[in-house]
């Protein structure tokens, strides 16, 4: 597919247009989702020491994946709590803002300008 560079200005003119325009941030649902997902892991984990004796033998990968999780989930409830010491989750505000495209700090006219020169 051939884009003419006319087609390629109109393109690059619509984007600047939209970069300029406010963006709302908007919250996301990690914590909802991060519950969730405690959640199954809770019901799974209860599920699994209902299925397991202390005598079972479990193959090496499985108990490899078994203390994975184990430090990830640990890793992370410190990694929350240190944070929630030192104030870092605010639960008001949204995550990350929206990232500015390349050349986003370029005034548009500017970036118009660039573009026709390179057309010559």
């Given amino acids: 597919m051939k884009i003419s560079k006319n087609r390629l200005v109109e393109i690059i003119k619509e984007e600047c247009s939209m970069a300029a325009e ?8 990690e914590g909802a989702f ?21 005598s079972t033998q479990l193959e ?12 990830y989930l640990k890793t992370v409830k ?8 030192e104030g870092a989750y605010d639960q008001i505000e949204g995550g990350m803002g929206p990232i500015d ?6 005034e548009d006219e500017m970036v118009i300008q660039m573009l026709e020169k390179l057309m010559k």
């Fill in 22 to 29: 406010p963006q709302m941030d908007e919250m996301d649902d």
């Fill in 34 to 54: 991060a519950k969730r997902q405690l959640y199954d892991m809770e019901k799974y984990a209860r599920e699994l020491g209902e299925m397991l004796t202390d």
């Fill in 60 to 71: 090496s990968w499985v108990q490899a994946k078994l203390t994975k999780a184990a430090d």
């Fill in 78 to 85: 410190h990694y929350v709590e240190y944070g929630m010491e």
């Fill in 101 to 106: 495209p390349v050349g986003a700090d370029l």
